[in-house]
């Protein structure tokens, strides 16, 4: 699975399977390290400082833009420094997955 899901402020972004390889997630890299990499870069223009984008995909060809989530993985996207979390559910938990 990959869902990710949101209280407003922060967006958590999971990248979990019980087997084989989960579908791709990725997050984009804070806007203020986009806007260094690529000064020239319109596209950034009137975006808030905490803007982020979380996809299945990348979107475009713009090195450094996304982060992936690995599997077995939780993505943090929250005002300030982003976090990556490792996501194991328990034993239990992973039974109630597999149905």
């Not at 319109?42 to 475009?60: A, I, M, N, Y």
């Amino acid at each position: 699975m990959t869902v990710a899901t949101t209280n407003g402020e922060s967006i958590w972004a999971f990248r979990y399977a019980t087997v084989g390889t989960p579908r791709s997630l990725f997050f984009s890299t804070q806007l203020q390290t986009l806007r260094m990499m690529y000064p020239d870069d319109t596209r950034f223009e009137g975006l808030d400082e905490e803007t982020r984008l979380v996809v299945s995909e990348p979107l475009g060809n713009l090195v450094g833009a996304w982060n992936e989530v690995p599997p077995g993985s939780c993505g943090v996207v929250q005002p300030g420094d982003d976090r990556l979390y490792d996501f194991r559910p328990t034993q239990a938990e992973a039974a109630v997955l597999a149905r």
